[in-house]
């Protein structure tokens, strides 16, 4: 987790978090996503205790838009928009 010895969290740790916070808002088992508007606020350590809040905030026919925010206590240290896509199968399935 750690990006350097001042135990600084690498940002694709929270990135993680806040993509599979969106997954879960979505709550489609084909949901996938196709693209991602990041913006880190505050910096993260070891040690934080991170909450993710996800929001849908429209759909329309397969896409989805979905606001993630990430908290530690009740400070916002990221924010991020999602556009994740449902497809009718899962992306990995031919034919």
């Known amino acids: ?7 600084l969290v690498h940002g694709g740790f ?3 978090l806040a993509d599979y916070c969106a ?3 979505v709550n489609e ?3 996938v996503l ?3 508007k990041v913006d880190f606020k505050k ?9 993710a809040e996800g929001r849908l905030q429209r759909a329309e026919g397969k896409k ?6 990430v908290y530690r206590n009740q400070d916002l240290v990221f ?12 992306v990995l399935d031919v034919g």
Do not use: Q, Y
């Not at 989805?64 to 925010?69: A, D, I, P, Q, S």
């Open 14 to 16: 929270i990135f993680s």
């Open 64 to 69: 989805r838009w979905v606001e993630v925010k």
């Open 23 to 25: 997954m879960l808002t």
């Open 1 to 7: 987790m750690r990006a350097d010895e001042k135990n």
């Open 43 to 51: 910096p993260v350590v070891v040690g934080d205790t991170l909450r």
């Open 34 to 36: 196709a693209s991602a």
């Open 29 to 31: 088992p084909t949901a």
């Open 79 to 90: 924010l991020e928009e999602f556009l994740c896509v449902v497809p009718d199968k899962h």
